[in-house]
Nanobody
Framework: QVQLVESGGGLVQAGGSLKLSCVAS????????MGWFRQAPGKEREGVAA????????LYADTVRGRFAISRDNAKNTVYLQMNNMQPEDTAVYYC???????????????WGQGTQVTVYS
């Protein structure tokens, strides 16, 4: 079992940046692919970005590609989401998630954090 705790959310003006962090408990962090998801009010949860166990491969949703960057530091059991040129449509609760194994995907994750609110104003 892995527990995930997100931080770094907040209020940002359109065009600005935020960096989210997610710290995982346990000693097998590098056995998990990690992902970031978001859910805006009244909308379905959306996969934003994923990264494989080593950090060597990443996957992005079309809506964020070129603006967001996912990374991880296995020594710190932490995954990050750097968000640049943010827009009001990026407003959502952002969730960190983990799935055991080597698959790189934006669905069927096993463990979830509690979420952190991100609000972008124009």
């Amino acid at each position: 079992q892995v527990q995930l705790v997100e931080s770094g959310g907040g209020l940002v003006q359109a065009g600005g940046s935020l960096k989210l962090s997610c710290v995982a408990s346990g000693r097998t962090f590098n056995s998990y692919a990690m992902g970031w998801f978001r859910q805006a009010p009244g909308k379905e949860r959306e996969g934003v970005a994923a990264i494989n166990w080593s950090g060597g491969s990443a996957l992005y949703a079309d809506t964020v590609r070129g603006r967001f960057a996912i990374s991880r530091d296995n020594a710190k059991n932490t995954v990050y989401l750097q968000m640049n040129n943010m827009q009001p449509e990026d407003t959502a609760v952002y969730y960190c998630a983990a799935v055991l194994g080597t698959a790189l995907r934006l669905y069927e994750y096993e463990h979830w954090g509690q979420g952190t609110q991100v609000t972008v104003y124009s």
